[in-house]
């Protein structure tokens, strides 16, 4: 086990390193600079901020200072919001973004595997073609739809929620079931497949042939193998939940780090931009890592090595 | 010789492609689904000539006034009094054209990607699947909008950054196919015969590969599609006054207290289209792969 988390672990520097490089020679290489877009400068003004940023150096060089900086979690100053360095930007967001992204997860997890199973075990009766259509409408109708649609419900037309903003619980379900949905319904889907699989095979047959009702066959021995699949669809699917994070962020006004990538980009804010990308890429290459550790422990068959 | 061989392939080719074509018949979801696309097909490309309004003709006098007959706005306008249904038709022509033009991008590179790991096997698969695994774990969705925000928005440039983006499954899917197909009697034929590897590949395995690729392409249209939506979602997709779906949701969620037509139906346009795609491709998978149910 340690022999294998060192071995990925080492194997996760050189798409670190990729995923730094990419963003950053393509952050460099696109026209116009971060001070560019304002009223003209002087030469000499001009000249300084470069010296102050390091941008005279040499592309390498930048490169490298910006290695050292990332080796001391330091992302360097934020070029739009003046006074704030990347690092605090992404403090203050992060919080926030993962209050929202870890309860849509966990809701997903729920609510998706408990559907899953329900349908596995009802296979081809009307509560799992049920459940199969509403998973699919939520594969079908993506995060930015459903949320405008779910405000114009719940906040517009009904007025029990709001429609925004931060405070209470109550601002965050909104955000949260947008971005949860599409997850129920991929998670259902594949523990449907995974659980119905497991229910056909000779173990099961066996318990039950001993008279085991079907609630003990499913959660003492069924449940375990089939969200093996499940589990290795997390890594893919806090990717997913992340990236859905941008839209939904924006939509909802919730002050998070998807909305911060999303202005950065459009204000050009180099260093902002490239702060987010790095630090969820190592967020989801980290989350990937565990993912398989836990894969490994929980399935048998897989060896490590 | 070679035309001998080719017609057997195709023989093989056909029988697998009527099976799979039974089945599929029998699937009224995935028929009725398909008949939709094909009719939304038709009307998104016939219907912005019939429509009353050109897609970005202004019409002062009714800005921004719900679905009407007397206005001959039959979806209503936007804030700026364009039509909304030919809009909407108009967007759905940009996003189904990305859709399958990105597919299409991200079906040569899978394909030729995949099918060259597999066969040549070995260290350059090893290489080449390890380089896949690597772009596996980047957030291409933040690559994509720093390309479109740096380099300007073209349609070209969409199509190629999303094909680029979603190739990655389809090379290893297509990779898995070759490795047991590269084990077969006629490509082993092909070799003795003296056959180049890469004609092989392109005679022998490309063609036998078409049933899981086809499945696959009919799976990666709607996320292609998803794809483009978000980009013009968040405003870096197709630029005015051009349109896409993703685009027409976007003006109709920021719009959806005075005016929520502008959400509803490009959102329905959208959503049908989707769904219709993944029916298809799910009936797809279980008319050609029995085993993945």
Redesign the interface.
Known sequence: MLRYSLRRLLGAIPTLLLLIAISFFMIRAAPGGPFSAERQLLPEIQANLNAAYHLDEPLYAQFGRYLWGLVHFDFGPSFQYRDYTVTELIETGFPVSLRLGGAAMLLALLIGTFAGCIAALKQNRALDHGVMAVSMTGISIPNFVMAPLLILVFAVYLHWLPAGGLGDASNLVLPVISLALPQIAYLARLTRGSMIEVLRSNFIRTARAQGLPTSQIVLRHALKPALLPVVSFLGPATAAVITGSVVVEQIFGVPGLGRFFVTGALNRDYTLVMGVVVFYGVLIIAFNFLVDLAYAWLDPKVKLG | MSAAAFDADLVAGRSLWADAWGALKRNRAATLSAWIIGALAVLVIVGPWLCAYAYDFIDYANASTGPSLATKHYFGTDTLGRDLLVRTLYGGRISLLIGVVSTAVSLVIGVSYGAIAGYFGGRVDALMMRAVD?LY???F???V???M???GRHLVLIFVAIGAINWLDMARIVRGQTLSLKRREFVEAAEAQGVGAFAIIRRHIVPNLLGVVAVYVTLTI?SVI?VE??LS???LGVQEPMTSW?AL??D??VT??SA?WM?IFP?AF??VT??CF??VG?GMRDALDPKD?
Do not use: T
């Open positions: 690597i774990a980047l957030p969705m933040f690559f909008i720093l390309l925000v740096f380099f709607p998803l939506s978000f979602f968040i405003g993703g949701v976007h109709g969620s959806l207290e929520p959400l959102a959208l959503a989707l769904f993944n029916f799910d149910r």
